[in-house]
């Protein structure tokens, strides 16, 4: 089985920097995906990583550790738009399915 | 079409009817999935095709839950005898294989509310 545990809500303050962590179990491991969600709207896609390190594109950036079963998600320089929903997916060993975690709400205020 | 689409985008049924829910991929994607996403909570996946087979059922929740894909593109979601708690969002994606890394593009999603 899988167990993926992200905070469920964060705030933050327009024009700064958030980290959205994300732990995982998992039997072997074949990638993680970050996911952005607009409320009532389907899920966009981020990151892909499958190798330990830090992936940086634009204002986001997406670090994975497999010895510590961990990444996280940082957005700089946060807009308004940014307020969603943060979905961490983990595709387990011998498997090409993501299983999501329950997502982290994400709240920009001025 | 540029992108997944989904139909309908809503549905209100009432307990114990049947319903069927279509997804239209991307042209040339030869993977779909099919995951539930009830109110608050993250997405739970339900079937996933390989082209026209189903390589992984596992996350349809009981027998009353089908799918189907025909010529490798339209795949159609049937819901015999819908119950309250099948009332959620169901979310269509496709990615050009199923391998790893590929993206997945997400249609629209149907909302089923189920009286």
């Known amino acids: 089985g899988q167990n993926i545990d992200q905070p469920t809500e964060m705030t933050a303050t327009e024009g700064a920097i958030v980290q959205i962590n994300c732990t995982y179990q998992?039997?072997?491991?074949?990638?993680l995906f970050w996911y952005q969600q607009h409320a009532g709207e389907a899920p966009t896609f981020l990151s892909y990583n499958v190798l330990d390190g830090l992936e940086e594109k634009g204002r986001f950036s997406s670090f994975l550790s497999r010895s510590k079963g961990y990444s996280y998600l940082l957005l700089k320089e946060l807009q308004m738009k940014d307020s969603a929903s943060y979905l961490c997916?983990?595709?387990?060993?011998?498997?090409?399915?993501?299983?999501f975690g329950r997502g982290t709400s994400l709240i920009v205020h001025p | 079409g540029a992108g997944v689409s989904q139909s309908p985008s809503n549905k209100v049924t009432e307990k114990g009817k049947d319903v069927e829910l279509r997804c239209d991929p991307i042209?040339?994607?030869?993977?779909l999935y099919w995951y539930r996403q009830r109110l608050g909570q993250g997405l739970e996946f339900l079937i996933y095709?390989?082209?026209?087979?189903?390589?992984?059922k596992s996350g349809l929740p009981s027998d009353r839950f089908s799918a189907e894909r025909t010529g490798g593109s339209v795949s159609t979601l049937t819901i015999q005898r819908t119950q309250q708690e099948d009332s959620a969002v169901y979310l269509c994606a496709s990615s050009l294989a199923a391998q790893r890394g590929d993206e997945q593009f997400f249609g629209p999603g149907t909302r089923l509310t189920v009286l």
């Open positions: 998992t039997s072997g491991f074949n990638g």
């Open positions: 997916a983990v595709i387990r060993g011998g498997s090409y399915i993501p299983t």
């Open positions: 042209s040339g994607h030869t993977a």
């Open positions: 095709f390989q082209g026209n087979s189903a390589p992984d």
